[in-house]
């Protein structure tokens, strides 16, 4: 029974380090790519990334970044939000959120003020 | 030389090293990597100005100060921007003197009462003309923002303004008041101070001072007005003031720039999409 019970937990860690590597990989072309300036590419890997992995927080934020300089700021808000909650504690998420708030309360502004 | 510098890298290479090999533990730890990227956002226009290709900035009610012609200046400022930071083509024509179009609408207006009333002898003037005849009062000279009030009606005037966008082939009209006042201001700033002590360190302390201070404060509202039916369809108000020492000797037309630099960002993200430069960090 203990036999069968670390068989299980051993085969379901495997296949989070699997997608978690599966994921990186897809991060690390979507940066590689965001870096030569393709950001609809980059969208299209960091995409993929948190389908395989939905618990990667620097997926989420790499994400945030591509919608946000892609003017959906939406989209960045929501990915931004998802990445702090699954890593509430990673100053350069907050950092990036906290300078996305500031453009997208601009965005948002009232005419007359 | 080169064996000099040779040695010395040597000599630091251990350091080097060290650093590095810290980098690369802590960024192991952190079980992520970091790469600083320049992002670009874009805010979309606030306005919706699909239905125009071209834009004229007519002219402002301008009042203030005689040192700088208000109405001039803000109208080949806004236009040079919106050349170079609008897709929308600016229209070239001489700016409107609007306090002139205000006053001979004014006096058409309130000659039309008098007019039809002078028939009937002056006992039929009743209150209520008289004080609509008050109401229409304006003056002319624009020193603060209670004399600019009554020119407001101006951008109410549809017919006029659809005549104008019939004139220029339906444009977007920008339009609007701009009021450039000088200050004073007297009372306790805080301004940072050298102090020495007895062994001859600087320190910097901030110190509460009277100061007199002078400068001026910039008023601008803008009117966006459609063209083709003559009716505002939006407007922006903002207001800034730069005060400077009394001593300081900076022109008008300086102070001027610097307050529209402040504010011309929000105008021109009224009327077209604007990008924002900025960094982030992406992570692995």
């Given at each position: 029974m203990l036999l069968a019970g670390a068989a299980v937990a051993a085969a379901s860690?495997?296949?989070?380090?699997?997608?978690?590597?599966d994921a990186r990989e897809q991060v690390e072309f979507g940066?590689?790519?965001?870096?030569?300036?393709?950001?609809?590419?980059?969208?299209?890997?960091?995409?993929?990334a948190v389908e395989?992995?939905?618990?990667?927080?620097?997926?989420?934020?790499d994400l945030?970044?591509?919608?946000?300089?892609?003017?959906?700021l939406d989209k960045a808000r929501k990915a931004y939000e998802k990445a702090i909650a699954l890593d509430p504690n990673n100053a350069n998420i907050r950092q990036n959120y906290d300078l996305f708030k500031e453009i997208n309360d601009r965005a948002v502004q009232p005419k007359d003020k | 030389?080169?064996?000099?510098?040779?040695?010395?890298?040597?000599?630091?290479?251990?350091?080097?090293?060290?650093?590095?090999?810290?980098?690369?533990?802590?960024?192991?730890?952190?079980?992520?990597?970091?790469y600083e990227v320049p992002v670009e956002t874009p805010i979309p226009a606030k306005l919706d100005v699909t239905p125009f290709q071209r834009v004229l900035v007519a002219g402002f009610v301008a009042g203030g100060t005689e040192d700088v012609d208000t109405n001039q200046e803000t109208v080949r400022l806004l236009r040079s921007q919106l050349r170079t930071k609008s897709e929308l083509r600016v229209i070239d024509a001489d700016p409107l003197q609007l306090v002139e179009v205000a006053q001979e609408q004014n006096k058409t207006a309130t000659a039309a009462p008098d007019a039809a009333g002078s028939g009937d002898g002056p006992s039929v003037r009743t209150a209520s003309a008289q004080e609509s005849t008050a109401a229409t009062v304006l003056p002319p000279k624009i020193k603060d923002e209670k004399d600019l009030e009554p020119y407001e009606r101006l951008f109410a005037n549809t017919a006029y303004w659809k005549r104008i966008g019939e004139e220029y082939q339906n444009p977007l009209i920008v339009t609007g008041s701009v009021l450039f006042v000088p200050r004073t201001s007297s009372g306790l700033v805080t301004r940072e101070t050298e102090v020495y002590d007895g062994l001859g360190r600087r320190r910097v302390i901030p110190q509460r001072v009277y100061m007199e201070r002078k400068g001026f404060m910039l008023r601008p509202k803008f009117i966006f007005i459609d063209g083709r039916t003559g009716a505002t369809i939006s407007s922006l108000a903002r207001r800034e003031e730069a005060l400077?020492?009394?001593?300081n000797e900076t022109p008008a037309l300086s102070t001027?720039?610097?307050?529209?630099?402040?504010i011309v960002p929000d105008f021109l993200g009224t009327l077209s999409t604007q990008k924002i430069k900025g960094t982030r960090v992406l992570l692995k």
């Open positions: 860690s495997a296949a989070y380090a699997d997608s978690r590597t940066i590689n790519v965001a870096q030569r300036g393709l950001w609809r590419e980059a969208i299209y890997r960091w995409e993929k395989i992995d939905p618990k990667y927080a620097a997926a989420f934020n945030a970044i591509a919608y946000e300089h892609e003017g959906q | 030389m080169t064996v000099r510098f040779s040695r010395k890298t040597n000599n630091r290479l251990p350091l080097v090293l060290a650093a590095a090999a810290i980098t690369a533990a802590l960024t192991a730890a952190c079980g992520s990597e970091m400077y020492n009394a001593q001027y720039f610097e307050l529209m630099d402040r």
